[in-house]
């Protein structure tokens, strides 16, 4: 199919089922949020490692959008993550360790510079960053810290190289959720197995999200520069505000995206035998 007409397929279902993705998506994105607003330190880390699965409905609604002909997709879909947690959550849980402690241990640098920055170590600020690590679904980039950090370029450097790892290795784990819904197998052998089926489809997946990209950037600049104008006013006015905005997620990027990667794992699986 290619890049190109992976996109179109995607789009061309979206504006199809608009009406049912949007307000499943919703609810997946909302209850995502959640755990960002507690305010109660380690409760809020469990609650996010719990919640962590959510976004296993995304990935259920588009499966079933796009193997379906006419597919209606209800809670069911977008609440497997909670539904099925037993099931779902190991392979999400291991997927953002392995994720989250390489690119950690390559952000040392960065985490001994901006030492003086962060706050007295502490149970209660420990549970606020692992809370914020495991709930980078909808991350939108604070502009004043960015400021701040843009003064060393040696930080930079090292802060684009974090990312760019955090990107490999995301795209790298990519068809987990689809192995694990699609075959009875672990954790670990789902991590395996998209390690192997991904080699020499890194660089097309790369073209895929650049070619959505500009969309997801527009979420980025949209909901940051109204999270640092309504974010210094009032709290509620700032959960507002991201509750908001999950509907420009959904419309401009999230909807469509969701669609092309269930598209491009049909298009990079082929007809293997997922055991073999």
Known sequence: MGIRGIKNRADQLYKQYRKQMIPEFFYVGYVGLLAQYLRSGLFSFFVSLFLCPIAHGYVKCSMKLVDEDNPFIDYHQSMIGVLEFPRVAPAYLMRKAIILLITLFAGLPTLLSIHSYMPELSLEWLSSLGNTLIQTEFFVPNFE???????????????????????????????????????????????????????????DFFRLYLSYFIRHAIYWLVTGFCMLIIGTLNEILTLFCMVTSLFLYIEIFKGRFEIAKYLFYQEIRGNRDERN
């Open 145 to 203: 810290e960015i400021y701040i950090l843009m003064s060393n370029q040696l930080l930079i450097l090292n802060i684009i190289i974090c990312i760019l790892i955090y990107l490999y290795l995301t795209a790298l784990f990519m068809p987990v959720p689809y192995v694990m819904e699609l075959e009875e197998f672990s954790w670990s052998e789902c991590i395996s197995y998209s390690i192997r089926l991904m080699k020499g489809h890194m660089f």
